[in-house]
């Protein structure tokens, strides 16, 4: 398999000629020649005919997972379709699956290679898991328009195939995947990861300086794979969706079977839009960083007078990061949701002046901005009651990005608040930040004359919790917290016995 179709062969003696037809132009680097003791599979979805080369032999894998693996390619190239107005570029469209392969995928043009891992997936396999597999073939399938189509001029603009690969992978993940809470997904997917790089004194912009090809491997990371998606987020709240998709097909389309920079595609976005988006690309795409949220609330009498939200800098410094997100004021019987437009460092809520004051406020609500957001306390207090569960997932990244910054709550407190809730919350995802944060907490905050004491009440919550909970996707989950934080002797004895008798604890 190769990027383009077999034109035929012949055989003399003991050798095999395969000669290929010539390829669309593609950069060479998208360049892919698969050969080994593969299996094929061909199926035609939609007209068009698909072969995957695999070496699978669990057949449970392989029935649970060969109609679906077609399918999401299928889906996936529908949606680009009709989103980019362009029918698929190029002369055929095969994958592969390798067992032993450096990434999840690689977009070569008609011959993705894929990570065999990531594509046959078991009875077992998480709704997490399931929704990986998806976004990973929805992302190179988007790459064929994005990265293959249009190549970036050089690697410096290596993000920007990648930014618009996962852009496109969340819209066609939110279609394709029905069970999927989309917007859940992204708050768990992108926002830690975004953090983890950008709290750091080393961060790297999303647009960065490349001198030497042999440092490519250097850009890629958190700031491209997870901050870049939130911030492309913001440009289409900025922008409008419609506005957006039309500036990308008309980018597309002129640079089609050639190479464009980032500045090539804000210029066509930039004539589409009031905003100066130069500005707004100086501080989002070539500076590191994220903003620091404060508020205050004049709500004496029962009434709001004045609420006044701020935002500078991390670093202290007095950048602006224009962006838009959510908050709740929560009250008994109702909960009112406003949209703040922070395009100043300081911002009045005017469309909160008179309504009554609220018990709490939940900053950050709908999971779409990025900084460090207040936390109320009091939310803390009744998160268990709180239904919506991107508000939940926001909290919970909001209260570990305040404990890492010494704002209000000791990793203490917040281990005694994540036990509480282990068998308590309702959705994977959140869950699967709850654990891990808890272990991280064990590990990495915890003093070694204090971390037995907390390893082993969280092996309790967490056994008591796998005990009672019926859907194994949660289930496995909290296992896989017990196994990281295992240290009591009791611990270490029940997971040797579970091991020993290989008799799964789900029994």
């Not at 080994?36 to 072969?51: A, E, H, I, N, Y």
């Not at 969340?170 to 997917?189: C, G, H, M, R």
């Not at 992108?190 to 490349?210: C, K, M, S, W």
């Not at 909970?469 to 270490?492: D, M």
């Amino acid at each position: 398999m190769t990027n383009a179709t077999v034109q035929g062969s012949s055989i003399a003696g003991d050798r095999k000629t395969v000669n290929f037809k010539t390829s669309n132009i593609i950069p060479t680097y998208l360049f892919s020649f698969i050969a080994g003791k593969f299996t094929p599979v061909s199926r035609t979805l939609d007209g068009r005919p698909m072969t995957l080369l695999h070496r699978e032999t669990d057949t449970t894998k392989i029935r649970l997972s060969m109609e679906t693996l077609f399918k999401l390619h299928a889906d996936a190239i529908r949606f680009l379709e009709e989103y980019t107005q362009i029918p698929y570029p190029f002369q055929k469209f095969d994958f592969a699956a390798i067992p032993d392969f450096q990434y999840g995928g690689m977009e070569h043009v008609g011959a993705i290679d894929y990570r065999a891992s990531a594509l046959f997936l078991d009875n077992g396999a998480t709704r997490d898991q399931r929704l990986a597999r998806a976004s990973v073939i929805a992302h190179e399938t988007a790459h064929m328009w994005f990265g293959d189509l249009v190549t970036m001029r050089w690697f410096n603009d290596v993000w920007l195939k990648e930014v618009f690969a996962n852009f496109m992978a969340d819209k066609i993940t939110e279609v394709s995947s029905a069970d999927a809470n989309y917007d859940l997904q992204f708050v768990v997917d992108h926002f830690p990861a975004a953090y983890a790089v950008d709290r750091t004194e080393g961060a790297n912009p999303i647009g960065q300086p490349l001198a030497n090809l042999q440092e490519a491997g250097s850009m890629y990371g958190g700031i491209i794979y997870h901050k870049a998606p939130i911030m492309m987020r913001q440009l289409e709240r900025l922008m409008g969706k419609t506005a957006l998709r039309n500036g990308l097909r008309e980018y597309l389309k002129k640079y089609s079977f050639s190479n464009a920079t980032w500045a090539d595609l804000i210029a066509i976005l930039d004539a589409r839009t009031p905003t100066d988006l130069v500005t707004w690309n100086h501080v989002w795409v070539s500076e590191t960083g994220r903003p620091k949220f404060t508020y205050q609330l004049d709500g004496r009498g029962g009434t709001i007078k004045q609420f006044v939200i701020s935002q500078q800098g991390e670093d202290g410094s007095q950048r602006l990061w224009p962006q838009s997100f959510e908050l709740e004021l929560v009250y008994s019987d109702h909960i009112d949701e406003l949209t703040v437009t922070m395009d100043r460092a300081q911002v009045s809520l005017t469309q909160a002046i008179g309504k009554p004051t609220p018990q709490y406020i939940i900053f950050n609500s709908s999971g779409q901005g990025y900084g460090i957001f207040p936390i109320d306390s009091v939310s803390v207090l009744q998160l268990e009651r709180i239904k919506n569960p991107v508000a939940r997932a926001s909290i919970y990244i909001n209260l570990y990005e305040n404990m890492l910054a010494g704002q209000g709550i000791t990793p203490t407190q917040l281990a005694t608040g994540h036990r509480s809730l282990l068998g308590k919350e309702s959705e994977e995802l959140n869950l699967r930040l709850l654990t891990s944060q808890l272990s991280d907490l064990v590990w990495n905050f915890t003093r070694p004359e204090a971390r037995l004491a907390l390893a082993s009440a969280v092996e309790r919550d967490a056994w008591q919790a796998m005990e009672q909970e019926t859907a194994p996707g949660k289930k496995k989950l909290l296992f896989r917290l017990y196994q990281n934080i295992a240290l009591s002797t009791e611990a270490k004895d029940q997971l040797y016995t579970i091991w020993n008798e290989q008799k799964s604890p789900q029994a």
